[in-house]
């Protein structure tokens, strides 16, 4: 229906039109619906922020949870190897021991040296070179000991591993200028090809085993390499690998589940939301 006529015409219309809705919006009736409105918009709100927060939760959660079975079963591997003798006064210069505070008059005295060595070879991979399988920043340890004189060194340097089905080499960087080094003999040939497989291994007779500390002052102008280097009758070999206790081994199959049930509730969402 069109509306035709003068000014007059149109205006009337226009007056019955504003009537009419003046009277399908009574007073009450408009002063509900700009009271509901607030609270609509306040829930529409509300439920806006749960979905955000909900969403972030999952995207920060899903990470955690995924590294606690990674954490659990990180297992890293501590080798440690100990050779025990008498050091004699031609077995080494006395530049060394003087570096490493243990300068002594002697002739003969009974020695043992203990390196070790912590890593996950998970993580810190090996590079292999003409002098064995070297890993850059393992956690090492040094024990020393001549006489009753002692020298400890603990810090994080280099580890080299050299295996062979007669002999096990492990050496260590304790400084740059300064190292650490371990033969285990084995003529028998006890060792097999995995040289970082778990081991407990001892061996006794005249060369059982070597040492050897190696000093360079790395100094231009007055370059000096100074060794110490003997024989011993006693050796062992020990590398063990880190086991998850019981209470590790119920965090990762927790952290598997709730992994598993976020996954699961996060499909069920994307499911729904396409339905």
């Not at 003798?85 to 077995?91: E, I, K, L, Q, S």
């Not at 497989?197 to 050897?212: C, D, K, T, W, Y």
């Not at 060794?227 to 998850?244: E, F, N």
Request: glycine share 6%; with cysteine; hydrophobic share 40%.
């Amino acid at each position: 229906m069109s509306l035709r006529g003068g000014p007059c015409l149109r205006r009337g219309a226009r007056v019955a039109f504003n009537a009419d809705c003046d009277n399908l919006i009574s007073e009450e009736n408009f002063s509900t619906v700009t009271d509901a409105l607030p609270f609509a918009t306040k829930k529409i709100n509300f439920q806006r922020k749960m979905i955000m927060s909900k969403s972030l939760l999952r995207s920060c959660l899903l990470p955690l949870l995924a590294a606690i079975p990674l954490c659990v079963s990180a297992a890293p591997v501590t080798i440690t190897t100990t050779v025990s003798g008498a050091v004699r006064t031609w077995d080494h210069d006395a530049i060394i021991l003087d570096e490493l505070g243990m300068w002594q008059d002697f002739e003969t005295l009974p020695y043992q040296m203990t390196v070790q060595s912590t890593f996950d070879p998970a993580v810190i991979h090996g590079i292999s070179d003409g002098d064995g399988v070297r890993y850059d920043r393992t956690y090492v340890s040094v024990l020393f000991t001549v006489g009753e004189m002692t020298y400890k060194k603990e810090k994080f340097g280099t580890t080299t591993i050299l295996s062979t089905p007669t002999e096990f080499r492990h050496s260590v960087e304790a400084l740059p200028w300064l190292s650490f080094h371990t033969w285990f003999n084995a003529p028998q040939g006890p060792l097999n090809g995995d040289y970082l497989a778990p081991r407990q291994l001892s061996h006794s007779s005249e060369e059982a085993g070597v040492i050897s500390a190696r000093y360079d002052s790395m100094a231009p102008e007055h370059h000096i390499v100074s060794w110490l280097t003997t024989s011993g009758t006693t050796s062992t070999v020990s590398i063990t690998s880190a086991v998850p206790e019981p209470g590790q081994w119920a965090m990762l199959g927790v952290g598997l589940l709730m992994v598993s049930a976020v996954a699961r509730r996060a499909t069920r969402g994307h499911g729904s939301v396409r339905a």
